[in-house]
């Protein structure tokens, strides 16, 4: 779809903010600011999955984890009332960052409004823009960080998070997840996870 001029301004400030990431990851033997490279892989499987979506998903997209790195958990207590406090206060400050941004390439305050909207994930599962972008998030999840994010954790405790994750997306997301080009060893973790429930007949 086209885009207006804010909009290439937009992505261009965030993808420099996230450029300042010192943690980097390895992409085809080249070593790239963490958190640009998952900007750039929620804009490529939001085109893969939703090419028609609306301008604001796409902005909300590529700044969904915009400094992500400034807003360390290690700030904040162990366990889960930390762990949701943090994710809390991430989500603020990835809208609010975003939005300073799109204030500042031209943006109204409607637009501003419906991106903060989108990355705090108000009204999930009653907004089909907040869904779609949901959608997006697991998708890559499960694409790209999934196999690095399993040995991490318990048998139980990543069953429980790929059964969560699942809940969270659409019949169309789950689909696409369905269909995904996921290493052996990951696919077979996601089938177990579904093994007991039952993935809208898929």
């Given at each position: 779809m086209p885009f207006s001029e804010h909009y290439h301004r937009a992505i261009a400030s965030f993808d420099a903010a996230n450029a300042a990431d010192p943690n980097r990851e390895a992409v085809d033997g080249v070593?790239?600011?963490?958190?640009?490279?998952?900007?750039?892989?929620?804009?490529?499987?939001?085109?893969?999955?939703?090419?028609?979506?609306?301008?604001?998903?796409?902005?909300?997209a590529r700044s969904q984890h915009?400094?992500?790195?400034?807003?360390?958990?290690?700030?904040?207590?162990?366990?889960?009332e930390g762990y949701r406090r943090w994710r809390t206060d991430l989500a603020r400050f990835h809208a609010s960052t975003a939005a300073g941004i799109l204030r500042e390439v031209g943006y109204g305050e409607e637009m501003v409004a419906r991106v903060e909207s989108l990355i705090r994930k108000e009204r999930l599962k009653l907004s089909s823009e907040t869904q779609l972008l949901e959608d997006v998030i697991c998708l890559v999840f499960l694409e790209y960080y999934l196999e690095d994010f399993a040995p991490k954790h318990d048998d139980t405790k990543l069953l429980g998070v790929l059964r969560k994750t699942w809940g969270k997306m659409s019949e169309s997301g789950q689909r696409a997840a369905l269909r995904l080009p996921l290493?052996?060893?990951?696919?077979?973790?996601?089938?177990?996870?579904?093994?007991?429930m039952d993935p809208h007949g898929l």
């Open positions: 070593r790239l600011p963490k958190e640009l490279v998952y900007a750039r892989r929620m804009t490529a499987c939001l085109e893969r999955f939703c090419p028609e979506a609306p301008e604001p998903v796409w902005l909300a915009i400094r992500r790195w400034t807003v360390s958990r290690k700030d904040y207590s162990v366990g889960r290493p052996v060893t990951v696919r077979s973790l996601v089938e177990r996870a579904l093994a007991n």
